[in-house]
């Protein structure tokens, strides 16, 4: 199947290669990269915690919901159904009978367990707003597959996985949970969603497009902005090279010149034994794969540059940024390639268990690779990269998306549909008279904050800006050894979350 | 074709026959009668004034727009492009440089030339506000049919048909309004839709939906909350009763009596023959059917209960409703069939011409037919008539319903879809955060009004509520005979436009 060997994990990221790709259209694959190369300890690791939580770790209990196909025609076709799957938690829920509020994450494009598991903070607010929790899963993802589950048939091509988009998504969120509340006599229970990244987009247009189902969203790292005409393609990169160069300019001088040396060595036989032996690849691959390889742990650290140890992606310590960069200053006298292999070895083999690196292996551990599709039909998120960056420099093009879609699934991208659906021009005019209760969270670290909502719009659409923040790092568990600014995002968040449930209540009396 | 025998003029009041049925299944058919039945003059007429405006009146120019079938999928068969048709008046349109309004009428279940020529307060307020004029007609109708305008393809069955849906038409204006301001370069242009009926409820949707691109809506008689578990289904025909009442108890007890004498007549050829000659019909009918085409002629008559000439169903006196009444009070002596009669001719003979009655006469001058499969997907509107009301008594049935829509087209109704994704319980809390700038107007007269928006809901949420108003009476073109209460309702319209359009332009300076 294609598309497994497109995938990459978190798979906005995608979007990247898509455009950071300077290769010709032959070279097209290649440029998706996973993350996770290295075999077998890690994969066998993230699997293995992946699955434990859902049958025996008491977070959740797994539920099943008979979706529509297609909610928006009436053609046989689409009155088909499948069976969707959501989370569910109620250990703190204070009850139909007290009107106890419903905390929903709105998922992603991927399995929902592994979602749940990066947001701790629904788990850890439960208790103090008798929320009952629940998390649902991204039709096409995970386990809520259409077409009888059968994931053959589902990604076969554009006739079955043509229903695979965000306001079909945003459709099934609302009639699970209109359902849902029906089913429990909590139809007056107030629903509060809760998202990251695609996953906040969806929080915050779910908000937006179904305010009468849900009362308020949390929409995280949600880079709603992040489409033609509102953004520019090279805020992405530009985010990742500050990040770098914020800890060191020299760091940042090192991996901007490697490029070309890379790219020298790629041309002879000798140049690509040394780039073998310095990155410890378990065979031979091109400079190109190399490139790749780079970019997605320069790209996927900064994403996820969290100020404590994580393992969203791939195993990291705090600050890893910081980490990667000493790593480069160590031993001035080291080669580049010696200096790279020491940072990427951070992102790729911190627990060290890792004998040598395949960049080949295009294992999908949380099955993100709809997205590729989902890249191809409308979310057109341009990026590109400029001189000044720290990657070589590419220009965002729409016909190379187009002329890729083309190729892969034989479909041209709806590259205006989003904003047409959804908004975004002139989005302070519009959304001061039309909307209410979004808190937009940014961390400016993360590289997909370019596209996000960075200043309030009302007393009630709340952006919140952390400046040494880094993907929907609100949404993970506490640790102790969080910064203070972090504990007061989520206070701040806690705050308006409750004045929205106060206010539900009061207006509910009226 | 089945839909054609199906048809009714005013495709709302299709709904109104499902339920007031108290006929068996095999009888379904003949309660879907055409309110003008009588050939060969007023349907030639009425056609000869339809075509006219298209060509030579000068109102409008005729374009078409290149529209996707499907905004919310991409399989195949859903990239698909029909031509829709739009209606397009810039005589006093004050220009892109000046960032001048558009106002834009989002069509209903019908031609839209006839919705068009019957919502002259837009033309008329066009030179106020400088505004261009747009008349968008809905994906299914009249000219805007998909399949290559094939209508015995676009129709044959739910492969095709099932793209006629209310969230598929948003979609369509949201896309062509983008595109055309894009081409007139009128990207700040701000643009207000107008519609009334269905078109209100789709006026009034949209700018819940779309408020990116609609600064505001005046949504006439849109009864957007006649919808299961929202409303009465007895408050259509209790309407109508009151209506009746309103001008002489005595008219309306001549009508709540008439249907036990009808039945009994048809019992017997004596007493068939006594109602074909009673009611002038060209052919001996059933009771049956001779109670459906007077049902038509009350329910029609209160809907357009205009305070002056009109032609928009029928043409008709100024107060319709009281002229029938007098009819009936006229000469008490004479027998209730010929009561009955007199008051009919009001509607279905006003201009004097017809000889005789075709109760089979199924024509859809306004080609309305669609609006039957609009009720077998997602339209449930639950109309019933209860004791106490002029109608034979019918308890709303979904089964009922459901069963017709299976046996017509082979398809079961989503009866909460509307609900789930346009909402309607707790409408006053929740849109009063969520929503700005809709203009609710209804007529209580007007048996629709009962579903609608009877009391504002904050400062931008209005509802104009007029106790002598009928069916979108403030859509129509004035008149010099018009009452104050209706000139105070359109001035109280254009002032609150005016507010809106003012704001706007004061954010786009920010």
Redesign the interface.
Known sequence: MILATLFSPLSLLLLLFFSFSTLSFSHFVPTFPSPSKFHPELTTQLSRSSSSSSSSNGLYETKFFTQ?L??????????HKFQQRYLFNDTHWGGANNNAPIFVYTGNEGNIEWFTQNTGFMFETAPRFQALLVFIEHRFYGKSVPFGGNREVAYAN????????S??AL?DY??LI?DLKKNISA?DSPVVVFGGSYGGMLAAWF?M?????T?GALASSAPILHFPGLVSPYVFSDTIANDFRSESENCYNVIKSSWKQIEDAGKTDKGLKLLQKSFRLCKNYSSDDLEGWLQSAWTYTAMTDYPTPSNFMNPLPAYPIRKMCEAIEKEKKRSTFEKLYAAANIYYNYSGSATCFDLDDHSDPHDLGGWQWQAC??MIMPLGVRKESMFPESEWSYKSRSDSCQFYYN?TP?P??IT??????????????????IIFFNGLRDPWSGGGVLKSISK?LVAIVAKEGAHHVDLRYSTKEDPKWLTHVREKEIKIIASWIK??YR??Q?
């Open positions: 529509t297609d909610h928006f025609d009436y053609t046989p076709q689409s009155n554009t006739s079955t996985l043509g229903y695979l988009s306001t079909q459709a609302a009639t209109i139809i908000r497009k179904y305010p009468h189902v009362i039909s409308e479909t709806r205006h549909w047409t659906e959804f908004g975004g021009y002139h989005i302070h005019q519009v959304l001061k008279r039309s909307a209410s209760n009630t206010r539900y207006d509910l009226l």
